[in-house]
C-alpha cells in the first residue's frame, strides 16, 4: 500500500524557515516524480513544486519561486521542501502527492497534509 | 500561466440528480493532461478522472469527463449522498501544473 507521511509543519514568523518532508513507503520512491500541493485553509488547491525521478528537473509556482526549494533523497524514500522567508498567505495545508504512473500527473495518492501556519 | 476556470461554483442539488461541472482554461490543454479531483471536508482529494475521461481505479461509472482543448466538463449522472464535496479540475501537461478554483456540489 502506497503512504505518504508529512512532517515538519507548525507555527513560524514571517520572514522565518521551514522544512517540511514526506516520507514514503508501499512503492520504489525512486522511479516517480513526486510533488507538493498546498491548500489554505477554506481555499482551493494549488501546486507548489514537483521533482523528477532523478531530481534533476525541478518546476515550481510563481509564487513560491526563488523561496522554496524542492529535493528529494531516493536512498532515504524522502521528499522535502525548504521554506524560506516564509509570508502569512503560505499558511496553508501542504500535502506530498504521487502520480498514478512514472509521468507528472495526475496525483494519485496523497498524504495526509501538515499545517504551515506563518503568523507574528 | 494555464489558468482554469470552474463553473458554477456552487451547485445546489437534490440525491438522484444530474450534475454537470465546467472548466476552462486559458489557453489549449496539452494533448489529454486534464484530471478531476474530489475532495470532502478534513481528507486529501481523490482522482476521479485523468486524460479527460478516464476513471481512476475503483470510481463508479456514474462519473464521467468529457471534453477537449479548452472545455471540459465532469458530469456526475445521479447523485449519491456520498457525492457531495468539491470538485477541482487539473491540468499536468504543462508547468506550472495548475487547479480550478473548484466546484462545491451541496445538497438542494
Known amino acids: 500500500e502506497v503512504q505518504l507521511v508529512e512532517s515538519g509543519g507548525g507555527s513560524v514568523q514571517p520572514g522565518r524557515s521551514l522544512r517540511l518532508s514526506c516520507a514514503a513507503s508501499?512503492?520504489?520512491?525512486?522511479?516517480?516524480?513526486m510533488h507538493w500541493v498546498r491548500q489554505a485553509p477554506g481555499k482551493g488547491l494549488e501546486w507548489v513544486a514537483g521533482i523528477s525521478a532523478t531530481g534533476h528537473h525541478l518546476g515550481y509556482a510563481d509564487s513560491v519561486k526563488g523561496r522554496f526549494t524542492i529535493s528529494r533523497d531516493n536512498a532515504k524514500s524522502s521528499l522535502y521542501l525548504q521554506m524560506d522567508s516564509l509570508r502569512p498567505d503560505d499558511t496553508a495545508f501542504y500535502y506530498c502527492a504521487r502520480p498514478r504512473d512514472y509521468g507528472w500527473g495526475p496525483f494519485q495518492h496523497w498524504g495526509q497534509g501538515a499545517l504551515v501556519t506563518v503568523s507574528s | 500561466e494555464i489558468v482554469l476556470t470552474q463553473s458554477p461554483g456552487t451547485l445546489s442539488l437534490s440525491p438522484g440528480e444530474r450534475a454537470t461541472l465546467s472548466c476552462r482554461a486559458s489557453q489549449s490543454v496539452a494533448s489529454t493532461y486534464l484530471a478531476w479531483y474530489q475532495q470532502k471536508p478534513g481528507q486529501a482529494p481523490r482522482l476521479l478522472i485523468f486524460d479527460i475521461s478516464t476513471r481512476a481505479t475503483g470510481i463508479p461509472d456514474r462519473f464521467s469527463g468529457s471534453g477537449s482543448a479548452t472545455d471540459f466538463t465532469l458530469t456526475i449522472s445521479r447523485l449519491e449522498p456520498e457525492d457531495f464535496a468539491v470538485y477541482y479540475c487539473?491540468?499536468?501537461?504543462?508547468?506550472?501544473?495548475?487547479f480550478g478554483g473548484g466546484t462545491k456540489v451541496e445538497i438542494k
Open positions: 487539473q491540468q499536468y501537461g504543462t508547468t506550472p501544473l495548475t
Open positions: 508501499g512503492f520504489t520512491f525512486e522511479k516517480y516524480v
